[in-house]
């Protein structure tokens, strides 16, 4: 079994905790939280051994009725692999550590692609990772351009990307952001990140990226066109999609047109916490102009798609299943998930 360790229990860190647990040659040997909240009291109901960032604030968790199982520190000596799902740009302090402690590490979206010189995802880099000591799992909207960008690369050549990302302003439970009434442009200037950091994981891919937030909770949502070198049709597109089994189809039927309505779609198809972790591409969107530009629309859900991606991370960097394909049929399956 991997042990592995989650430092940072909160939006990323419990599904990958979950994610983790539920798989055949994986355990969880222990999660972090810096402070007494009700995702310690859930990492105490799930039975995962909760370990603190800072040992001296121990007395406030035993007040609050949660054990303490020891230091962050302790937690990694313990770790196979540690998935640092810490807030963006605090992994980055936690590295001298898990250098010292030979531990290897995966950081999240929030983290620079400098940080570990590898950007991974499961279905475009896996071989890349194996035997890594660090490796960063690209962010939520990076994670569902390289999909769908990559099997379209694979199928027909890629020769230009235009993306618009409509990001959500929060996640549901974070009261402290925006915005209220509001589109913002994040940034103002183009392209936004999102296609430097495609480029990260696949680095021949011409991309343009443009990204506003809107004031919505569920997911994202983009706009994507991509040109192609050789010629594309539409039944071939939708033939790709449905053989990718993390890219997922929004059929007609179903009547859905909205990221409210996918996110009740999920939540009543019984996936833990309501999570969507394909692509969510809308099936009448799917077209190709001229023969060459493939458009589609695409929902992402933030809080979901890279916990999937981690796990195979994890896989990968253990180097003991040495192809994308077998390691994606594992996570997959043991979470019950199939692409819609
Ligand atoms: P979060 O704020 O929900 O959770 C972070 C957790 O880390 C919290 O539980 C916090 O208590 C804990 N923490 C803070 N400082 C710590 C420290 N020094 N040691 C140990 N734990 C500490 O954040 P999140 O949304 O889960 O984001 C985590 C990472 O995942 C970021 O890099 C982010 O960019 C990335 N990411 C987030 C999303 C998203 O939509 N939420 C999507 C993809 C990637």
């Not at 990260?200 to 919505?216: D, E, G, M, Q, R």
């Not at 409210?260 to 999570?275: I, N, V």
């Amino acid at each position: 079994m991997i042990k592995v360790a989650i430092n940072g229990y909160g939006t990323i860190g419990k599904r990958v905790a979950d994610a983790v647990a539920a798989q055949p040659d994986m355990e969880i040997i222990g999660v972090s939280k810096t402070s007494p909240s009700a995702e310690a009291f859930v990492a105490q109901s799930r039975g995962y051994p909760l370990y603190i960032a800072d040992i001296g604030r121990k007395p406030d968790f035993e007040k609050a009725g949660i054990r303490v199982a020891g230091s962050v520190e302790e937690m990694l000596t313990k770790a196979d692999v540690v998935v640092d799902a810490t807030p963006g740009g605090v992994g980055v302090k936690n590295k001298p550590l898990y250098e010292k402690l030979g531990v290897r590490a995966i950081y999240q979206g929030g983290e620079k692609h400098p940080l570990t010189g590898f950007s991974f995802n499961s279905s475009c880099n896996y071989a890349e990772a194996i035997g890594r000591q660090f490796v960063r799992v690209v962010s939520c909207n990076t994670t569902g351009l390289c999909r769908i960008i990559h099997v379209i690369d694979t199928a027909y050549g890629v020769k230009k990307v235009r993306a618009t990302m409509i990001r959500r302003a929060s996640d549901p439970g974070e009261i402290k952001r925006g915005p209220v009434d509001a589109i913002v442009l994040d940034p103002v200037t183009v392209p936004s990140h999102h296609g430097p950091d495609v480029q990260s994981v696949l680095p021949k891919i011409a991309i343009t990226t443009a990204a506003l937030i809107v004031p919505t909770t569920f997911m994202h949502m983009h706009v994507v066109m991509i040109e192609t070198e050789k010629e594309a049709d539409r039944e071939g597109v939708l033939a790709l999609i449905e053989g990718h089994s993390r890219l997922g189809l929004v059929r007609p039927a179903t009547g859905i047109t909205s990221t409210a309505q996918l996110k009740e779609y999920m939540q009543d198809l019984g996936r833990s916490r309501a999570d969507l972790w394909e692509n969510g591409i809308f099936e009448d969107s799917v077209s190709v102009v001229d023969g060459h530009e493939v458009c589609l629309y695409q929902a992402i859900h933030q809080e979901a798609d890279v916990v999937v991606e981690n796990v195979d991370a994890i896989r990968a960097m253990i180097g003991e299943v040495k192809d994308a394909e077998t390691s994606i049929a594992i996570t997959n399956k043991a979470l019950g998930f199939t692409a819609i």
